[in-house]
T-cell receptor, first 114, second 112 residues
Framework: AQSVDQPDAHVTLSEGASLELRCSYS??????LFWYVQYPGQSLQFLLK??????VVKGTKGFEAEFRKSNSSFNLKKSPAHWSDSAKYFC????????????FGKGTKLSVKS | GPKVLQIPSHQIIDMGQMVTLNCDPV?????FYWYKQILGQQMEFLVN????????KSKLFKDQFSVERPDGSYFTLKIQPTALEDSAVYFC??????????FGKGTRLTVV
């Protein structure tokens, strides 16, 4: 079984601050990990992924994430945050195999105040 | 970039009726998915489809649900009959090989 936990339903910070959105996962083997962003009324947009190799991955819109096997985490970071980063962010895990389904966390709603 | 198109964007239907949601996946993609998102909640996997067959389905994929992609045309999700709890946004997604999954903008289904 695979699962993703995003413990923070809401995060609010001021523009210019550093943001870090938490994500932890449970999976018995090496996971593929993703971050997606969803703006209101829109679909999910891919931000970045970790497959293997360098544990810090850089994505679109200035985001990066760090894979930490020791505590099964894949936190999303950006500095500085901008008001346009306000959206809902989803962490997802793909457990490998040919089916390649994504298991999503419940999402973190980020509000960046200008 | 690659786009997954979903038709229609909104659908309102009477409970008990049949509805078909259409998805035009990215050209040359091989894997297709449907996800369900109830307002404000997480995306939940329904089903994936490869080479003309359902590969895996979740417990949310009720007997009233079916998927197909006849002759490489639209990838469809059919619900027959619909129930009130089927109201949600349904996202279609597709992928090639080891690439990210591309999502459509969703079809908001309202069952009344």
């Amino acid at each position: 079984a695979q699962s993703v936990d995003q413990p923070d339903a809401h995060v609010t910070l001021s523009e210019g601050a550093s943001l870090e959105l938490r994500c932890s996962y449970s999976y018995s083997a090496a996971p593929y990990l993703f971050w997606y962003v969803q703006y209101p009324g829109q679909s999910l947009q891919f931000l970045l992924k970790y497959i293997t190799g360098d544990t810090v991955v850089k994505g679109t819109k200035g985001f990066e994430a760090e894979f930490r096997k020791s505590n099964s985490s894949f936190n999303l970071k950006k500095s500085p945050a901008h008001w346009s980063d306000s959206a809902k962010y989803f962490c997802a895990l793909e457990g490998g195999g040919s089916n390649a389904k994504l298991t999503f966390g419940k999402g973190t709603k980020l509000s960046v105040k200008s | 970039g690659p786009k997954v198109l979903q038709i229609p964007s909104h659908q309102i239907i009477d409970m008990g009726q049949m509805v078909t949601l259409n998805c035009d996946p990215v050209s040359n993609h091989l894997y297709f998915y449907w996800y369900k998102q109830i307002l404000g909640q997480q995306m939940e996997f329904l089903v994936n489809f490869y080479n003309g067959k359902v590969m895996e389905k979740s417990k949310l994929f009720k007997d009233q649900f079916s998927v197909e992609r006849p002759d490489g045309s639209y990838f469809t999700l059919k619900i027959q009959p619909t129930a009130l709890e089927d109201s949600a946004v349904y996202f279609c997604a597709s992928r090639g090989t080891i690439t990210e999954v591309f999502f459509g903008k969703g079809t908001r289904l309202t069952v009344v």
